[in-house]
């Protein structure tokens, strides 16, 4: 099949292209016709190579155009999170120099209206640029340089790369989005799905049973969700779940977060062995991976580094340490190098020499596959031992009526910090309850000194807790 969205709809106009979030079908060639207007549109209002673009698109047709339009004419595209207020939206489109702000659909009609449905002249291959926060301060775009050649002559490299790490092939698939793709990864697979040819299946949110009846009705091959999700997929009644025929499934990428192993194994024995997941960050791409029948075999793993990625383990004083000793993890890749928009001081904070830390502690085992302990900000350090609240976290989920649950380090006098567990229940449960859960579950040195319960714990879209508010608003 041919190497590039653009060419597939130039040969194949109509071929299913995506199904939106109302269920209304649209070809290829008319898809690459509008891309093609609004392409011409870019042009119209002074835009040129290497300018910037930003965009607060809910999911839907319109955010594939644009991506599609920018992805043609040498522009960097700046997906932003519409739920953001008007000052955070306009820091983001000030500090990335836009020349154009797309606010919705009444935008790109605009830019397409009377336009011309040929390909744009000298087309190049343009760039998403994502803003994150990192673990600290205001976002910040990650910038990767440009390049001067086409689509084709750019997507083989990635198509060939995501055919390794998650077994994706072009072909007659169907891949489903299930998260907001103005974060990176759904709006990475939803663009590599386009390009191989995949049909786009838009969920106008995240639903469990909805998204089953999704997979179901358009046989869905691919998609690519986040830990949560999972959860709340379980968390159907098995009725319910055995209901929905969701054979068609080959994929089920995950990422984003650290997935409990029951959780994953609850997974792949409803599913089978058809997920895959992946380590890395908006700055290091895909890092990690492991395949399912791998990660049997490494239960907790997330993977070895991807071709063309190097990975090493440092202490504090930067020197490698033996497998099985945790410490800071580092990728280092000749082919995904980045920098932070106007901010060399915060590129160089993020690195050492060559090599970049995603934020996160681990450890590589003897086999060189990489376990995650925690993030670098939220390891806890109490009585002069480390306890990383993931590993206590997916221990409180295991438990039946556990639905979310955050743990964090607060001050205390004595020990340095003492474990907070702020836990989320389907149903009332006695503390008493979940303590006797844990006692053969961890060892007494990690167990909560104090045990709250919420109605609800702050999660994004992408399924990331974020333990910096929950800390905050607890200590408030």
Known sequence: ??????????????????????????????????????????????????????????????????????????????????????????????????????????????????????????????????????????????????????????????????????????????????????????????????????????????????????????????????????HRMLRLPEEVRRGYDVSSLRQVIHTAATCPVAVKQAMMDWLGPVLYEYYGSTEST???????????????????????MEARVLDENGQDVPPGTPGMVYVKSSLNTFEYRKDPEKTAASKRGDWYAPGDIGYLDPDGYLFLLDRRTDLIVSGGVNIYPAEIEAALLTHPAVVDAAVIGVPDEEWGHSVVALVQTSEKVPEEELREHLEPRLARFKHPRVIEFRDDLPRTPTGKLSRTKVREDYLR
């Not at 399912?292 to 071709?307: I, K, Y």
């Open 286 to 308: 895909i890092a990690f991976a492991v395949k399912p029948h791998e990660w049997l075999a490494h239960p907790g793993t997330v993977g070895r580094p991807v071709p063309t």
């Open 1 to 230: 099949m041919d190497p590039s969205f653009y060419l597939i709809a130039r040969n194949d106009p109509d071929r299913l292209a995506v199904i939106d979030v109302d269920g209304t079908k649209v070809r290829a060639g008319d898809l690459l016709a509008l891309a093609n207007q609004v392409s011409h549109g870019l042009r119209a209002r002074g835009l040129t190579a290497g300018d910037v673009v930003a965009g607060t698109l809910r999911n839907g047709l319109d955010a594939l155009v644009m991506y599609l339009a920018t992805g043609q004419t040498g522009l960097y595209w700046v997906p932003v999170n519409w739920h953001l207020t008007e000052t955070e939206i306009g820091y983001i489109v000030s500090d990335s120099d836009a020349k154009l702000v797309v606010r919705g659909p009444e935008d790109v009609a605009a830019l397409a209206l009377g336009n011309p449905v040929t390909d744009p002249p000298d087309r190049t291959y343009g760039q998403v640029m994502w803003y994150t926060s990192g673990t600290t301060g205001f976002p910040k775009g990650v910038l990767r340089p440009r390049s001067s050649r086409t689509p084709e002559e750019v997507m083989p490299a990635f198509l060939w790369f995501v055919g390794e790490v998650l077994d994706l092939r072009p072909g007659d698939d169907v891949h489903l989005v299930t998260s907001p793709m103005y974060h990176s990864a759904p709006c990475a697979h939803a663009g590599f799905a386009l390009h191989m040819g995949h049909t786009v299946v838009i969920a106008p949110r995240f639903d469990p049973e909805p998204v089953l009846e999704l997979v179901e009705k358009h046989q869905v091959t691919n998609a690519m969700m986040v830990p949560t999700m999972f």
